[in-house]
C-alpha cells in the first residue's frame, strides 16, 4: 500500500534566525511515521541548517552559504527504501544516486561572488566544497570541490538562476559537470 492506505503522524519545526550583520540561519526538523500492523512503522527523520549572509563590503559583493543535512530512514520492512546520494542530491562531483543508505549526511559551502549586475540579469560565480555519505552500518565519507556560474534573470519570475557546475570528486577522481535551475541550496 501507500501512504493513503494508513494513517500517519509528522512533526515539523522550522525555526528561523536573522542572526548580527545580516545573516540568516534557516533550520528544520522533520519526523514521520506510519501506523501499521498495530503500531508505529517507517519512521522518516530530517534535520537541516542553512547560513546566508554578506561578506563583508568587498567588491562584488561576495555571498557566503553553508548547509548541513542528516535523514534517517527506519523501514524495516522495506529494505529497498534508502535516501541516494550523489551529484544531484548533495554531493557534486560524483555520479548521480552513487550512493544509498539509509542514514544521509551533507555538508556544504559555497562562496557567492557577483561578477556583473544589469538591470535585466545578473552573473556570478560559485566556489564550493561538498561533503557527505550515505550508509546503512558503517558511516563513510566522500568529498568534492569546485566552480560554477550562475546567470540570474531579476524581471523574470523572481530571479530563477541558471546554474552551471564543475566539481571534482575527490574520492574517486571523476569530473562532473551539471547544469540545473536555481540555487544548488
Known amino acids: 500500500?501507500?501512504?493513503?492506505d494508513y494513517p500517519f503522524a509528522s512533526v515539523s519545526v522550522s525555526p528561523r534566525f536573522q542572526l548580527e550583520g545580516g545573516w540568516y540561519l534557516f533550520s528544520s526538523f522533520v519526523a514521520r511515521s506510519r501506523w501499521a500492523n498495530g503500531g508505529y512503522e517507517s519512521l522518516l527523520t530530517s534535520s537541516s541548517a542553512t547560513l546566508y549572509g554578506r561578506l563583508l563590503d568587498w567588491p562584488y559583493q561576495p555571498a557566503?552559504?553553508?548547509r548541513l543535512d542528516f535523514d534517517t530512514l527506519s523501514r524495516p520492512e522495506d529494505l529497498g527504501s534508502q535516501?541516494?546520494?550523489?551529484?544531484?542530491?548533495?554531493?557534486?562531483?560524483y555520479l548521480?544516486?552513487?550512493?544509498?543508505?539509509r542514514r544521509r549526511l551533507t555538508a556544504n559551502v559555497e562562496l557567492?561572488?557577483?561578477i556583473v549586475h544589469r538591470p535585466d540579469w545578473a552573473l556570478g560565480a560559485a566556489l564550493f566544497a561538498d561533503a557527505g555519505g550515505a550508509w546503512?552500518?558503517?558511516?563513510?565519507?566522500?568529498?568534492?570541490v569546485g566552480a560554477g556560474l550562475?546567470?540570474?534573470?531579476?524581471r523574470i519570475y523572481d530571479t530563477p538562476v541558471l546554474r552551471a557546475d564543475v566539481a571534482h570528486g575527490l574520492?574517486?577522481?571523476?569530473?562532473?559537470?551539471s547544469f540545473g535551475l536555481g540555487q544548488y541550496f
Open 1 to 4: 500500500g501507500s501512504d493513503r
Open 64 to 66: 557566503l552559504a553553508a
Open 83 to 93: 535516501y541516494l546520494l550523489g551529484g544531484n542530491s548533495g554531493l557534486r562531483g
Open 96 to 101: 548521480p544516486r552513487r550512493f544509498d543508505g
Open 112 to 114: 557567492r561572488p557577483l
Open 136 to 144: 546503512d552500518d558503517d558511516p563513510r565519507l566522500y568529498s568534492s
Open 150 to 154: 550562475r546567470l540570474g534573470l531579476p
Open 171 to 177: 574520492g574517486a577522481g571523476v569530473w562532473q559537470l
